[in-house]
């Protein structure tokens, strides 16, 4: 997806985009995020970098697991700057580090984090391949990435209620909310494109990932993905 394009729409719904994920999601997506979290409770990791951060909801879970720093990085300068008054507001200033950064060209040093994270963002990656591989880079050996994102239910009637829901009802609550109909038309399209299950996992082992496990939360409605470098 043009990083561009993926820039201005996040810019034009940064200032909804809290209030819509909780709605659209029933209020779930926080048990999804502290989940995902639980994937890393037996690295205990110091330094924890989370690519495509938004709004710092995921860098905030994170801190359950009391590493020394959390930095995250996004493309939008405006969700990121919600995302810093969030920490700020909620004294997190010490452990949590929000920055511009692109998952494709990560400017930290090879090995240098015990973890990488992503919620809903890896998506949205330009290059799917290129920034799974730099996640890579910045770890050290055997430190784990986690990847929490959405899927697609498989089992009757889920998964057709699920896809309704999802191609007409989400776009028009988060027109209405939001005030731009374009960003949850891609988000169906994005989501329905996604390589998930068994070939994501592929793509985290040609990355450079192994030890790889998948969970599915909610009947399929979001599924954690693990590896170890």
Not at 182 to 191: E, F, I, R, S
Not at 198 to 224: C, H, P, Y
């Amino acid at each position: 997806m043009e990083k561009t394009f993926v820039r201005s729409l996040f810019d034009s719904i940064a200032h909804r985009y809290d209030l819509l994920n909780h709605l659209l999601s029933g209020g779930i997506d926080f048990y999804w995020r502290k989940r995902a979290i639980r994937h890393l409770s037996d690295v205990r990791p110091q330094r924890i970098l989370d690519v495509a951060c938004g709004t710092a909801d995921f860098s905030i879970a994170a801190l359950s697991l009391n590493p020394q720093t959390v930095v995250g990085v996004d493309i939008s300068e405006s969700m990121l700057a919600l995302g810093r008054k969030k920490v700020s507001r909620n004294g997190f200033q010490k452990s949590i580090v929000l920055e511009t950064g692109e998952a494709e060209n990560l400017r930290f040093e090879s090995e240098s984090f015990d973890a990488a994270i992503v919620a809903f963002g890896v998506r949205n990656f330009e290059n799917l391949d290129k920034g799974l591989s730099e996640m890579c880079r910045t770890l050290r050996p055997l430190g784990r990435i986690v990847v929490l994102e959405f899927s697609r239910p498989r089992q009757f009637p889920v998964r057709q209620l699920y896809l309704f829901y999802f191609k007409r009802i989400l776009p028009l609550i988060g027109k209405m909310v939001s005030g731009n109909a374009n960003a949850y038309a891609y988000l169906h399209d994005t989501v329905m494109q996604f390589p998930e299950g068994k070939n994501f996992l592929s793509r985290l082992e040609a990355a450079g990932f192994s030890q790889l496990r998948e969970e599915r939360l909610t009947f399929g409605i979001a599924t954690v993905y693990s590896g170890t470098r």
